[in-house]
């Protein structure tokens, strides 16, 4: 399973953007990058998920070089209600045989301040 | 509401007392897994099931045992061998195929172990 190494918390201000890098240098061919963000004494919530390039939905942005080796997860402009802990996950999705296995190390604690 | 329901949300127990947490999904998803949280840390994988009748250890079964008697049912028994229970307990569901999955989480269980 691919180790991540992610910064263990940050800090930011109201309408900034928000960047948190991953590194994940022994990621497989069949692995996919996910996020997730959690909230105190609640379960993770699903944020975007990416195998290679750029990615962007509606609350975020995964940017993912050639090499694979590092992603970075862009919150445009973020606001107070976005402080929380950021999972980087590298791995075989949920949902594939290797279902469960997808590690949630330790995370980013982004704190935004007003 | 579609969705995953944990229950009840704070558990007290004895030492040396059987204590078993309810996990319930209306989403018909196949997978469905049992996560440990310490403060501070990130999420260990305890057991998952991906099909009725089956399960699998994670990486932490020691002490805990599930059952997987019913498609949106997978309770997890904290048993008595379980050294060290006091923890935030999280259960989360996901379809079984397809590389772009993602798990859906409960609200978690905190349990207290005096």
């Known amino acids: 399973l691919a180790k991540t190494t992610q910064p263990i918390s940050m800090d930011s201000y109201e309408g900034q953007e928000v960047n948190i890098t991953c590194s994940h240098n022994?990621?497989?061919?069949?692995?996919?990058i996910t996020w997730y963000q959690q909230f105190p004494s609640q379960g993770p919530r699903f944020i975007i998920q990416g195998y290679k390039t750029k990615v962007t939905n509606e609350v975020a942005s995964l940017f993912i070089p050639a090499d694979r080796k590092s992603s970075t997860l862009s919150l445009p402009r973020v606001s107070l209600s976005d402080t929380a802990v950021y999972y980087c996950l590298v791995g075989v999705p949920f949902g594939s045989s290797n279902t469960g296995k997808l590690i949630f190390g330790q995370g980013t604690t982004l704190q935004v301040k007003p | 509401d579609g969705g995953i329901t944990q229950s009840p949300k704070y558990l007290f127990r004895k030492e040396g007392q059987n204590v078993t947490l309810s996990c319930e999904q209306n989403l018909n998803h196949d997978a469905m897994y049992w996560y440990r949280q310490d403060p501070g840390q990130g999420l260990r994988l305890i057991y998952y099931?991906?099909?009725?009748?089956?399960?699998q250890k994670g990486d932490i079964a020691e002490g805990y045992s599930v059952s997987r008697e019913k498609k949106e049912s997978f309770p997890l028994t904290v048993t008595s061998a379980q050294k060290n229970p006091t923890a935030f307990y999280l259960c989360a569901s996901s379809i079984l195929k397809g590389m772009n999955t993602e798990a859906f989480f409960g609200q978690g269980t905190r349990l207290t172990v005096v």
């Open positions: 099931s991906q099909i009725v009748n089956d399960f």
């Open positions: 022994n990621i497989a061919t069949n692995d996919y």
